[in-house]
């Protein structure tokens, strides 16, 4: 009976600050503020910090999950490029956050796909995703994380409809562009000091087409060394 109660006080901390991301108008679509709710950011969240609050919050390895108007607005641009049966790949997948958003939107049909360096973030982002409504997904293989360096891609699952760069890049990786399938969209943080959220577009042709979306700031897209020795 407590954990009942407990559970629905949760779902209804998670639906309240999805609400109000409606609110101050960061989410605009339908489906995302729908998948935002399916996906309980508090089972994502390590214990001790505050799930709801719209702030990134550390999850060790020097590592942060995304405040949540971050992931909103990745999940806002992205959402044309994950549609059902669509294949979309989370690089600095962290936490499984958003890898397990991507699974709910592109379906079973699809393919969600998160990659990440930090081998104890991969396994505790899986048994986040198993507490979480995309659990299914896992078992049925529509949904999986894998170790490695990210600034690599997967390439055996590309091309992709959408891809997704949880840290900032110095540069956008080469290999990230390859796997963009013609018509897909990635979003990814680039810059040092100062970062902007850039959206690359490639069209049919696979002409490459890049603009600013905003400023912003994300730990660094980087070796696991480098990652694990900054302070
Ligand atoms: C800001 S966190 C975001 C994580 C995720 N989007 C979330 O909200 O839970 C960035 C993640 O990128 C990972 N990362 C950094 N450089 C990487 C690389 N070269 N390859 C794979 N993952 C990397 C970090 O370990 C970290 O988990």
Redesign the pocket.
Known sequence: MEHRLWSSGASDKNKAMVEQLQRYGIIKSSKVAQVMETIDRGL?VPPGASPYFDS?MP?G?N????APHM?ASCLELLEKHLQPGMRAL?????????TACFAIMVGPEGRAVG????PE?VTSSIENIKKSAAAPQLTDGSLSIHI????EGWPELAPYDAIHV??AAPQIPQALIEQLKPGGRMVIPVGTMFQELKVVDKNQDGKVSIRDETAVR??????KDA?LQAN
């Open positions: 994502f990134p999850i390895y590592a942060t999950i995304s992931h989370d690089v600095g997948s962290g936490t499984g956050y958003l990659v990440e360096h930090i973030l490695t360096d990210g600034r949880g840290a994300y730990v660094p897209l980087t070796s990652q």
